[in-house]
């Protein structure tokens, strides 16, 4: 119940020829490096800190769904992805980049992205979250559903909302896609 200390280990194990080793805490300024600070970042949306204080990149793997064309109407062509049911950030829009992995485990070339987590109140009703990723640069993007497509997640924009209408919501895209070409320090 979380309530032993290192002494407490040594004098369990000891018996069984087990060294126990105490580890300094790992801090990032004031706040110590844990799990549950890191689960706070993700909570927050705060993408960076949780990177900084993991030590890597915050990545999620999903499969790719066949969405309704929504994004499409919307001037935003997306590719929808399925993520595991696992620990995941603050609902709502993100930059980041995302690439397909190949049924061998090699992973294609990042390429930077706009997305949605969540369910797209807008224009969907009671729908399960979901990734929705547009990439930015102007190529084709090619995948099959089911195939495996890897999300990094760089900086949080703003929450998902339900907004009164589709074009407010598409005016919404507009700017989500101006900024994240700029944190992403890409070209328009």
Do not use: C
Not at 46 to 59: F, K, L, Q, T, V
Not at 101 to 123: C, D, F, Q, Y
């Amino acid at each position: 119940n979380r309530a032993g200390v290192i002494d407490d280990l040594r004098t369990l194990l000891a018996p069984a020829g087990i060294r126990v080793f105490g580890v300094s805490a790992v801090r990032m300024g004031e706040k110590i490096i844990q799990s549950t600070a890191i689960r706070g970042a993700l909570a927050d949306g705060n993408i960076h800190d949780a990177a900084r204080m993991s030590g890597r990149p915050m990545e999620w793997t999903g499969r790719l769904e066949k969405g309704a064309g929504v994004g499409r109407k919307l001037g935003a062509r997306t590719i929808n992805l399925a993520l595991p049911n696992e620990r995941l950030p603050r609902l709502g829009v993100y930059a980041g980049r995302v690439r397909r992995v190949t049924r061998s485990g090699g992973r294609g070339r990042a390429r930077a992205a706009v997305m949605n987590l969540g369910v797209a109140p807008t224009v969907h009703a009671n729908r399960r979250v979901f990734l929705e990723a547009h990439i930015l640069d102007r190529g084709p993007v090619r995948g099959n559903p089911g195939d495996v497509w890897q999300v990094e997640m760089k900086r949080f924009l703003r929450p998902e909302k339900k907004f009164e209408t589709v074009e407010a919501l598409r005016e919404a895209i507009s700017r989500d896609i101006v900024r994240s070409r700029a944190v992403l320090g890409i070209g328009g």
